[in-house]
């Protein structure tokens, strides 16, 4: 078969020294897998990858002495190679590529940046290129299928397993029902009239085939359902596996106190689902919220956080100086304190016909999972806050155009400087302020739908995918009652339950802490608290200034004496 359908890393610099050191480093490390072009022009690049029918993983661009123009001439071969990663090439010490490669970084030019090997087996470099290649295949699937799912592409249902699938770094297959991949998959199952979608489980040595499986039956298949001990007393019960959660769960846990984290979906709440991060500190080239949350779950883990996976939140009781967290399965957890972690989901747009199609080109998030499905459409995605410009840049890779519809009249007031700037360099990519989306029309997948503009009240069709991103609403259902809630439904906590109208309120003699709502040994995290910052760092500090208050409550006479 040769070449055909593989991808190549390929190399572009008219410096003949490091084009044969990269060359040949990528060529001994990675070459049985990867075909490795290297040329000094444009067109010859194009012409060796065109003979060999290659795709490009990586395109690593020279910008230097020899290369004035690398940037620019980085970013054309970029436009031809969808999907590809564009790496700026630079020597070590050729400092005055620093400045231009941030701001091509920051604009969204490029990719990532790397200093050329100066040695053999250097090993900085291979550790940058295996991160490349990691998050390459990531976007672009392929590899070992732990989990194999047949269905209908736009169905909800298959949508959902497969974005929290991808969520939970769990490597998974998809394969479109109907195809002739997927009814031969069906025959050597001996699946004649199946339910679907249809799970295989391969990482399992009796691979279990299931058949349209609730959350709670996928569990059982992955032998998570392992119930907690009905007498087990937790130092720290955490609902909810976000930022703020992890962020708490790793604190607490390594600071030895018994820790238990109830998620009833992915780990890594809204913040995983975002493409990729730029302003988390320690990150400067930016990394995924999934990288970034699932390694802070491996952490928690790894101190002897214990996790309660597809269990829900339903009820939270308190008495005897404990808290009882009811789960949906029907069981109980209890922690001699506890942290709301809950967070939020996304706000919905209210508008019934779209409601119907959510999964078949409407969806709420990133949905990352969907996003190479995008090739060849226009892409529509609403909102005007971080969530929204970080999908709108990741979803520009794979669309032909994406629009970003903003209700107000800026992004400056909501969105961070670095996207607004990427946002208007990326030629795919345009913004209309003032326009809400009304309606919409559609029987198996969204056909069109209608946006107004909120200054003259003109209508337009318009056809394309719509990617919701317009807000949260904080995850507090299961508390009404029993905590303190304001108007938008988040846990009232601190200096604001001193108010004469918080109801139920603040019952001990002490004022209350910054993160305390409204019961003693209870703390809220993340964005399910009002006044929260609704930020990656500010949500894992939280977490961490949660476990002070919890040491401090387990710490009270009244508590240490039981």
Sequence with gaps: ?????????????????????????????????????????????????????????VLFGGLGEADPDGLAVLREMRSGYRGALAVALARWGAWETTRPIFEALTLGQIDRWLTAPEENGDPEFHRAVTE?????????????EAIRIIGDRWSARTQFLRDNFTRNRIPIGFYDAGTPEAEAMMVGLDLREPRLPVLVLRFRPERPVLQNPTDLE????????TAPDPDAVFDVVIVGAGPAGLGAA????????????????????QAGTS?????????????????????????????????????????????????RVALNDGSTVTGRTVVVATGASWRRLGVPPLEELV??????????????????????????????GQAAVYLSRYADRVTLLVRRGTLTASMSDYLVRELEALPNVDVRFRVQVVDGRGSEFLESFTLRDL???A????????????GSEPRTDWLGGTLALDRGGSLVTGAALMGDDVAPAWPSGRAPALLEPSTPGVVAVGDVRAGSVKRVASAVGEGALAVTLVHAHLASPAVASR
């Excluded at 049985?32 to 690049?45: G, I, K, M, S």
């Excluded at 390694?295 to 009820?315: E, I, Y």
């Excluded at 209508?459 to 317009?470: D, P, R, T, Y």
């Design 250 to 269: 790793v604190y607490a846990a390594s600071e030895g106190l018994s820790t238990l984290v109830v998620e009833p979906e992915a780990v890594g709440g």
């Design 218 to 225: 996928i569990a059982g298949a992955f032998g998570l359902l």
């Design 275 to 323: 493409s990729l991060i730029r302003n988390y500190a320690g990150f400067p080239m930016g990394v995924s919220g999934n990288r970034l949350t699932f390694s802070a779950f491996q952490q928690a883990w790894a101190f002897g956080s214990t996790f309660l996976f597809v269990r829900a939140a339903t009820a939270l009781t308190t008495g005897d100086g404990l808290h």
């Design 132 to 144: 490349f290649l990691s998050e390459w295949e990531s976007r672009e699937g392929g590899g070992f």
């Design 1 to 57: 078969m040769g070449d055909r359908g593989r991808a190549a890393l390929a190399v572009l610099t008219r410096d003949e020294g490091v084009r044969a050191a990269v060359t040949q480093e990528l060529e001994r490390r990675y070459g049985r897998d990867f075909p490795v072009v290297a040329a000094a022009d444009p067109q010859d690049l194009r012409d060796a990858l065109e003979r060999r029918d290659l795709a490009v993983a």
């Design 359 to 388: 999964g078949r080109g409407v969806f709420y998030g990133a949905a990352v999972s969907e996003a190479p499905a995008m090739r060849g459409r226009h892409v529509f995605v609403v909102g005007g806050a971080n969530s929204a």
């Design 455 to 457: 200054d003259t009240g």
């Design 459 to 470: 209508e337009e069709e318009q056809e394309g995918v719509l990617f919701a991103l317009i």
